[in-house]
């Protein structure tokens, strides 16, 4: 018997589909706000181009938020 298993969503995905309750701490919404927008483009990005010629191929790398709560940033600072 096979089940299925549905993908999991990650935190920033729910951040972003979903508007949480408004919290009064300025703090919270700081740290919210940086989950909701790392690694996209509204932290800046590089662009990295392939030198051949022939092959120009272009890669994008979006900046992170770096903030220690955040489930991408921090799990690499606490691996370190």
Do not use: F, W
Request: with cysteine; glycine share 4%.
């Amino acid at each position: 018997m096979l089940s299925y298993t549905a993908p999991r969503a990650t935190v920033q995905q729910v951040l972003q589909k979903h508007e949480l309750a408004v919290n009064k701490n300025l703090h919270v919404q700081k740290v919210l706000q940086r989950i909701k927008t790392c690694r996209t483009s509204a932290l800046g990005y590089h662009v990295y181009q392939c030198s051949d010629e022939k092959c120009g191929h272009v890669k994008y790398q979006y900046h992170s938020c770096r903030d220690r709560h955040c489930p991408n940033c921090g799990a690499v600072k606490k691996q370190e």
